[in-house]
Nanobody, 122 residues
């Protein structure tokens, strides 16, 4: 079983930046970041496949950058130009599925971390 562990969350003012990290282990092919705000459904933020091809939700495109270090089995999310709408619990997810595309659908992923809170103040 793979249990990703997120870190790097915190509180920041609007316009600020944060960098999230996700430490994973085991057989991982695709990885992604998701977020969930109170009263909202979990939504995809960004994903990356085994080759480094990335995908982003339209709401974060141009502001967030997802990357991975395959040797460390670590996922990153650089978040710039944060706004209050980005406030949420951010989750890292992984999957060993050879058919995965590194998309932003929750249905692609098998293993989930416990989340790290990101709070953006206006």
């Amino acid at each position: 079983q793979v249990h990703p562990v997120e870190s790097g969350g915190g509180s920041v003012q609007a316009g600020g930046s944060l960098r999230l990290s996700c430490a994973a282990s085991g057989y991982t092919l695709c990885m992604g970041w998701f977020r969930q705000a109170p009263g909202k459904e979990r939504e995809g933020v960004a994903g990356i496949d085994r080759h480094g091809v990335t995908r982003y939700a339209e709401s974060v495109k141009g502001r967030f950058t997802i990357s991975r270090d395959n040797a460390k089995v670590t996922l990153y999310l650089q978040m710039n130009s944060l706004n209050p709408e980005d406030t949420a619990m951010y989750y890292c997810a992984t999957t060993p599925n050879t058919a995965c595309s590194g998309g932003v659908s929750v249905y692609e992923y098998t293993y989930w971390g416990q989340g790290t809170q990101v709070t953006v103040s206006s």
